[in-house]
């Protein structure tokens, strides 16, 4: 991604440069209009000139200049939609560990719990599994100092690290009565984004959590595993992109690829029509057109939602679950430069291949069911949708907003999945399949954690 983006970056880089070169002979052809808005955006420089001077000068504490263009920057960002922004280097940095999916660390999966680190799980074949971490093990100090005090996002940073370098972890485990001091030398990671299992002896359940760099990979690997595991008995696919926040456009096409034939995947239109781009599948269905089940809800957005949208437009899957999130736009990562960060800015509009726009409406499922949620998780607050954002770009007609997007921790109490399998397995079809009553009761379990 970032290889196409700096090409982009270089092109529009030239086309600007030559633009300047062509239209400064041409200004004194300018209308008298176009001189007057060319005058008022120059007086408006001015002054914020004026006031980025004053605040130096008259601040009742000395400012960083350096934090002033920053906060400048991003409010002009932030100003335009929800999903623009800025980021300085350490964001940018992060950013691109992200969206890679591979970085030097331990390979553990951890959450934060009353102000420690606790491990949700280690990742197979990494320094972590080999040295025997397991899940709810606690970590309490990273080379002797205390993880108390630190956000999850610092404790992290602390044990990411260059590939070869050792780190010291004081653990904490049930059942032990002293503290365990294990120390580990980082090797490279690669964040699971694909995981998978067999579900009901014939069924392939993959569960993408998020579209890195090394999804397209990881899907494969386990379509392979799965179709060799269950052989010929299996009946069919559930993907499960519920909570699944997107990321890179291009792996999304990608997974789509996976299960089409042909026909168009997503347009994406920006500004000008000349920067219309259509991307098409090609021949070749990784699961050899065995039927698919994709499960969404409230959290499914992005990236998620155009697969699920090719997928449900050609009719090459049944959707089940709950409204999307409808964020049906697409965000450019523009470098400034070494250690100036980078622009995160909404560049274009994407639609599905029929032509519609999810943006603040969401992929509306084939067949919805609503989760049944615990009493004590119905208070909290659940992602609103794309339409209750501040800013957001808006769609022609009725805007949706608010979708559930609890997902039960035990596979048992999951009524889409059940659902998914019972169609599958014919016991019911997408025709007949009537959705669960009910409110649309909005809660969700997901705390947060990272991998390091």
Same mark, same amino acid.
């Given at each position: 991604m970032m290889r196409k983006t700096s090409v982009i970056l270089l092109s529009a880089a030239t086309g600007a440069a030559l633009m300047l070169f062509v239209t400064q002979p041409r200004a004194v052809f300018m209308g008298s209009s176009a001189r007057a808005a060319t005058a008022d955006t120059y007086r408006q420089l001015n002054l914020f000139g004026d006031v980025f001077e004053r605040v130096r000068s008259d601040y009742v504490e000395k400012p960083d200049d350096t934090k002033l263009i920053e906060s400048a920057i991003s409010g002009m960002l932030t100003g335009l939609d929800p999903h623009s922004s800025y980021m300085d280097a350490k964001s940018f940095r992060d950013m691109q560990v992200q969206t890679r999916g591979e970085f030097g660390g331990l390979g553990i999966e951890v959450t934060m719990e009353d102000g420690l680190i606790k491990v949700v799980s280690p990742i197979d074949d990494t320094p972590a599994s080999r040295a025997g971490i397991m899940a709810n093990d606690i970590i309490t100090n990273l080379d002797d100092e205390a993880v108390q005090g630190l956000t999850l996002n610092q404790a992290v940073e602390k044990m990411r690290g260059p590939v070869n370098t050792k780190i010291k972890l004081k653990i904490i485990r049930k059942g032990q009565d002293n503290p365990l001091d294990v120390t580990l030398v980082r090797d490279n990671i690669r964040v699971r984004s694909v995981r998978?299992?067999?579900?009901? @002896?014939?069924?392939?359940? =993959?569960?993408?959590?998020?579209?890195?760099?090394q999804t397209t990979e990881g899907l494969k690997r386990e379509v392979a595993n799965l179709s060799n595991q269950i052989g010929d008995k299996l009946k069919g696919y559930i993907i499960d992109l519920r909570n699944n926040p997107g990321g890179l456009l291009e792996e999304a096409v990608t997974v789509s690829d996976s299960f089409l034939e042909k026909g168009e995947i997503?347009?994406?239109?920006?500004?000008?029509?000349?920067e219309t781009q259509r991307r098409t599948a090609h021949a070749g269905d990784l699961t050899k057109s065995k039927p698919v089940i994709v499960l969404v809800n409230g959290g499914s957005a992005s990236a998620s939602e155009i697969v699920a949208g090719a997928l449900q437009d050609h009719k090459r899957a049944t959707i089940v679950g709950t409204r999307s999130f409808g964020k049906g736009s697409v965000q450019t990562i523009i470098p400034l430069?070494?250690?100036?960060?980078?622009?995160?800015?909404?560049?274009?509009?994407?639609? /599905?291949?029929?032509?519609?726009?999810?943006?603040?409406?969401?992929i509306v499922p084939? =067949?919805?069911?609503?989760?049944?949620?615990?009493?004590?998780?119905?208070?909290? /607050?659940?992602?609103?949708?794309?339409?209750?954002?501040?800013?957001?770009?808006?769609? @022609?007609?009725?805007?949706k907003t608010g979708s559930q997007s609890y997902v039960p921790p035990d596979a048992k109490d999951d009524k889409a999945l059940k659902l998914?399998?019972?169609?599958?397995?014919?016991?019911?079809?997408?025709?007949?399949?009537?959705?669960?009553?009910?409110? @649309?009761?909005?809660?969700t379990t997901d705390k947060p954690k990272a991998a390091n």
């Open positions: 998978a299992r067999v579900e009901q @002896d014939d069924i392939a359940y =993959i569960r993408i959590t998020t579209f890195n760099e997503v347009s994406t239109r920006g500004r000008n029509a000349e430069g070494s250690g100036n960060g980078a622009l995160r800015l909404t560049t274009a509009r994407y639609y /599905t291949p029929s032509g519609k726009s999810i943006q603040a409406k969401g084939d =067949i919805e069911v609503l989760q049944d949620v615990p009493d004590e998780l119905k208070a909290r /607050t659940d992602t609103k949708g794309e339409a209750s954002l501040r800013g957001h770009l808006k769609n @022609d007609g009725d805007e998914a399998g019972d169609l599958l397995h014919g016991i019911k079809n997408s025709a007949s399949a009537a959705p669960a009553p009910g409110g @649309d009761n909005k809660a």
